[in-house]
């Protein structure tokens, strides 16, 4: 069965048609700026990227532009639309209303709706994408597969503020975690390649991507995670802050002349690496020529984030009374062996040893340690278009 996997931004929509019996990525693609102008690039197994100039006032468009992509007659992958067994819709929050992924109906559709005020720029972006798919592919099973889902094991340990408790009652003001698919894929590659049961293992992931976030999974569970309400808590990331004191809220708020709507854009969109670096870049690979030209900032911003990596690895192995495995995954995670270098140099406690060569590989999946390291660290590359893939053809079987 060929099935669709679909993850609409608020501007932009990627796809993949993924054949479910090999597996296989048929074609693949994104619509940029959607609601400003539109541009469709997409790329058929085998053939040559294509980048065309298209209006996209709203993501129906952008799916009508995706679906007639698929089908075209000269560079399409499928003769007709008949030919697409299911849609994976990636939805950003499922807030405690979903544990895992669901098929998609009209009480599922309300219950993203009331989500939305968790994550306003995403889900309603989601449904969006959900309903121009319903009135084009009418009558074609849809299942949603949430960034929340695979976090929502952890105890209310991990997951209250120390807040008001009707917060939580009310408002439902808690820790949620993003990135779940992945960390769920990842954490489950780990235990294969490990050959050992993934319900016995302590396995604490580390997704670095411009987004980055660990969990903490023990015996196939998570039970921590370093995101939270938004998936602006936590890690430093290529532009979001990360932990701060909340106090700097008001404080930048004084300092800048700006309102809480100006903090959270300077929070979101201008810190980070990015913000560290005084504009130098959000992307690794432009940090690391900065710190080989001399740049300090470049250097402390990259030196600042593997620190702040390396001190959750800490918090989670103490969370889960040890840990088995640390696996490395996302843009940074799979491609950036100076980064898991130096994340690792501070490990040494755990009797963790590195394989300085092993780790020179690049978006494989590869054991990095030695064979007498107490912990196996690992790299595996995520596949978040696979996982919803596998789990939509789970649910519609
Ligand atoms: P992601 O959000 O998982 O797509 O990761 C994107 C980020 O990965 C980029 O912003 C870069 O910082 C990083 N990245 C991608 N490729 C490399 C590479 N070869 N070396 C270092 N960092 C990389």
Redesign the pocket.
């Known amino acids: 069965m060929n099935i669709l996997v679909l993850n609409c931004g608020s501007s932009s929509l990627k796809f993949q048609l993924i054949d479910s019996a090999t597996e296989a990525v048929l074609a693949k693609g994104i619509c940029e700026r959607i609601g400003i102008d539109g541009v469709l690039t997409y790329t058929p197994q085998g053939g040559d990227k294509e980048e065309t100039k298209k209006s996209m006032p709203t993501h129906t468009e952008a799916i009508r532009f995706v679906l007639e992509a698929l089908t075209d007659e000269k560079t399409g992958v499928i003769r007709s639309l008949s030919e697409v067994g299911a849609v994976g819709h990636r939805v950003v929050h499922g807030g405690e209303s979903f544990t895992e992924s669901v098929l998609i109906d009209a009480k599922v559709k309300r219950a993203i709706e009331d989500c939305s005020e968790l994550a306003p720029l995403h889900n309603p972006a989601n449904l969006i994408g959900i309903n121009a798919c319903e009135e084009l592919m009418p009558g074609t099973p849809m299942a949603a597969v949430f960034d929340t889902a695979f976090h929502q094991t952890m105890p209310p340990k991990a997951y209250l503020y120390g807040l008001p408790y009707r917060y939580y009652e009310d408002y439902k003001l808690r820790r949620y975690g993003f990135h779940g698919t992945s960390h769920s894929y990842v954490s489950k590659r780990a235990a294969q390649i490990l050959e050992k049961p993934y319900d016995e293992l302590k396995i604490i992931v580390c997704?670095?991507?411009?987004?980055a976030s660990l969990s903490a999974v023990k015996n196939g569970e998570c039970v921590d995670t370093s995101m939270g309400l938004t998936p602006l808590q936590g890690l430093i990331m290529?532009t979001r802050s990360g932990d701060i004191d909340p106090s700097a809220v008001e404080f930048i708020a004084d300092k800048e002349n700006t309102d809480i709507a100006g903090v959270m854009k300077i929070l979101n969109k201008e810190s980070g690496v990015y913000g560290m670096s005084k504009g130098l870049s959000?992307?690794?690979?432009d940090?690391?020529k900065g710190a080989e030209a001399g740049d300090v900032y470049a250097k402390e911003a990259i030196e600042t984030f593997c620190y702040n990596v390396a001190k959750y690895i800490g918090a989670y192995a103490a969370a889960m009374n040890g840990v088995d495995a640390v696996v490395f995954t996302?843009?940074?995670?799979?491609?950036?062996y100076r980064?898991r270098e130096q994340v690792c140099g501070y490990l040494g406690y755990l009797e963790t040893k590195i394989d300085v060569e092993a780790n020179k590989a690049?978006g494989e999946e590869t054991v990095i340690s030695t064979p007498d390291s107490k912990v196996t660290l690992l790299v595996v590359p995520?596949n978040e278009e696979l996982a919803i893939a596998r789990e939509t053809l789970r649910l519609v079987k």
């Open positions: 997704h670095l991507g411009n987004g290529g959000s992307d690794f690979r940090l690391w996302a843009g940074v995670g799979e491609n950036d980064v690049r995520t």
